[in-house]
């Protein structure tokens, strides 16, 4: 049910991801994606990320992230901000009984 939420990363391109990054604008401690974002993401594309799924899993933990950095010489910063930024795509869910005056079962079965 939750998957029907939110966006297919599998089917959010590369291209359509740095579109989006080149034509927005970022908060201060995100502008670092902008950076040579034409030369950092052809790296990405011969590391063989081409969607935002790619991304997530290969940037996923802060091990795997500093591992991608050392293969693709990617500063490790900037890929720990594109991690951020990913992640924010798909936000955690919280559940409804963590609301202040929402009952955790309001009706009886």
């Given at each position: 049910?939750?998957?029907?939420?939110?966006?297919?990363?599998?089917?959010?391109?590369?291209?359509?991801?740095?579109?989006?990054?080149?034509?927005?604008?970022?908060?201060p401690s995100r502008k670092i994606l902008k950076e040579q974002i034409d030369e950092r993401f052809k790296i990405l594309e011969d590391n063989g990320i081409y969607n935002l799924q790619d991304?997530?899993?290969?940037?996923?933990?802060?091990?795997?992230?500093?591992?991608?950095?050392?293969?693709?010489?990617?500063?490790?910063?900037?890929?720990?901000?594109?991690?951020?930024?990913?992640?924010?795509?798909?936000?955690?869910?919280?559940?409804?009984?963590?609301?202040?005056?929402?009952?955790?079962?309001?009706?009886?079965?």
């Amino acid at each position: 049910m939750a998957d029907d939420y939110y966006i297919d990363l599998k089917k959010y391109s590369l291209r359509k991801f740095k579109d989006e990054l080149k034509g927005s604008e970022l908060l201060p401690s995100r502008k670092i994606l902008k950076e040579q974002i034409d030369e950092r993401f052809k790296i990405l594309e011969d590391n063989g990320i081409y969607n935002l799924q790619d991304l997530s899993i290969s940037l996923k933990t802060p091990k795997k992230a500093r591992e991608f950095a050392e293969k693709s010489d990617l500063p490790a910063d900037y890929l720990l901000i594109l991690r951020r930024e990913v992640n924010s795509y798909t936000p955690k869910p919280v559940n409804l009984e963590k609301f202040p005056g929402v009952k955790k079962k309001p009706y009886p079965d």
